[in-house]
Structures are given as structure tokens and as C-alpha cells.
T-cell receptor
Framework: DTAVSQTPKYLVTQMGNDKSIKCEQN?????MYWYKQDSKKFLKIMFS???????INETVPNRFSPKSPDKAHLNLHINSLELGDSAVYFC??????????????FGPGTRLTVL | SQQGEEDPQALSIQEGENATMNCSYK?????LQWYRQNSGRGLVHLIL?????REKHSGRLRVTLDTSKKSSSLLITASRAADTASYFC???????????FGAGTRLFVKA
């Protein structure tokens, strides 16, 4: 039983296209995250939602738009893809908002390649 | 500069040896966590140490925290080839809830 799942696992697309990545967690967690991991393995927070409410919005181009239809899902839509968007995108979830000891559970990642 | 910086960036050891990775951070923290990432996979939580703790053990893992030096170390004893992975420290600032990850140490354990 997959706890945090993402689709697709691989995404190859042309510059300028629009694409979406989907994330679902079946852990009953309140908080979900999107991270970007670049080629040097730096992992940077992009967004965080708590029970469908946006609580963290880092300095991310507005071409990136997260959407949380319910607390078990957090999707990421990217408009006008650029070469620099190539990275691995991870979804994660944790039980509660604002609990600093919460463990985060990560999805398997989506490797996005923009040509 | 980045909160949670690990060193070394890469470490190669023989099976059975101990592996030590270090993490430094810059601000006051609530806690520090270590995660492991196998190649092509997501991160998996290993251990959490609170700011008022100095040492914690979990199986072959030993974590220390020195808040005066703003540093932590992760020791893996009697390493195995299956320990080959990248290891990340992650911190949550005092009063905050955003987790910040370091760049990771890539550990390679040779059989």
C-alpha cells in the first residue's frame, strides 16, 4: 500500500508546454508539500498546504500553481515550462501543521525533463 | 548560505567500517532530523533529535547534537552495502515549522 504516490514518475516535454504532476497520500495527514530537487541534490521547499489551505509559498515563479482539491491530494501545475524547471519534484506529507517534530513522508518523485 | 550543510559531500568506505557524516546549521532550531534517500527514490526519515537532547540511538545509527556549535553528526556503525544512499539533515527553526534540508552526503559502501 503506497503511502504517498505521485504520477507520473517520468515526464519529458518541450519548452513552453504546460504540465501537471499529481500527488495523493492515504495516511490521513493534514499537511502536504512540494519540493524541488535539482541536479546537485539540493532539496528546496516550494509549497505547503494544510487541509487545503496554502501555508508556505516560497519564492517560486507564478508559472507554478499548486492545487489541493482535498487534504489527501496536492497537485502541481506548471505553465510555460523552461529548461531550468528540469528537476525531480517530490511530494511529501506530515500529520499536522506547525508540529515541528512531525516526520515527513515522501513520494517516489517525478523526474521532469524539459527539452 | 544554506541551513543544514552536510560534510563530507561524498564518502566511500568498505563494508563493516563506520561512517560519520556531519551537519552544520546557522540558526536556533527546535529539532534536527536525518533522512536517507536511495537512488531514484524519495527521502525516508531515520531519526529526530530535539534541541534539548545531546545524543540519540536507533539500531546502528547514533546521532549527536551540539547546539553550542550548531552541528550534528550521524554515525552508522558496521556499515552494509545496503546503506549506500544519500543522507540529509533537516532542521526546523525555533518558532517555525518549515523544514530546511541540507545538500546531503552521498555514502557509498563497498562490499
Amino acid at each position: 500500500d503506497t503511502a504517498v504516490s505521485q504520477t507520473p514518475k517520468y515526464l519529458v516535454t518541450q519548452m513552453g508546454n504546460d504540465k501537471s504532476i499529481k500527488c495523493e497520500q492515504n495516511l490521513g495527514h493534514d499537511t502536504m508539500y512540494w519540493y524541488k530537487q535539482d541536479s546537485k541534490k539540493f532539496l528546496k521547499i516550494m509549497f505547503s498546504y494544510n487541509n487545503k489551505e496554502l501555508i508556505i509559498n516560497e519564492t517560486v515563479p507564478n508559472r507554478f500553481s499548486p492545487k489541493s482539491p482535498d487534504k489527501a491530494h496536492l497537485n502541481l501545475h506548471i505553465n510555460s515550462l523552461e529548461l531550468g524547471d528540469s528537476a525531480v519534484y517530490f511530494c511529501a506529507s506530515s500529520p499536522q501543521r506547525g508540529v515541528s517534530t512531525d516526520t515527513q513522508y515522501f513520494g517516489p518523485g517525478t523526474r521532469l525533463t524539459v527539452l | 548560505s544554506q541551513q543544514g550543510e552536510e560534510d563530507p559531500q561524498a564518502l566511500s568506505i568498505q563494508e563493516g567500517e563506520n561512517a560519520t557524516m556531519n551537519c552544520s546549521y546557522k540558526t536556533s532550531i527546535n529539532n534536527l532530523q536525518w533522512y536517507r534517500q536511495n537512488s531514484g527514490r524519495g527521502l525516508v526519515h531515520l531519526i529526530l533529535i530535539r534541541s534539548n537532547e545531546r545524543e540519540k540511538h536507533s539500531g546502528r545509527l547514533r546521532v549527536t547534537l551540539d547546539t553550542s556549535k550548531k552541528s550534528s553528526s550521524l554515525l552508522i556503525t558496521a556499515s552494509r552495502a545496503a546503506d549506500t544512499a544519500s543522507y540529509f539533515c533537516a532542521t526546523v527553526n525555533t518558532g517555525g515549522f518549515k523544514t530546511i534540508f541540507g545538500a546531503g552526503t552521498r555514502l557509498f559502501v563497498k562490499a
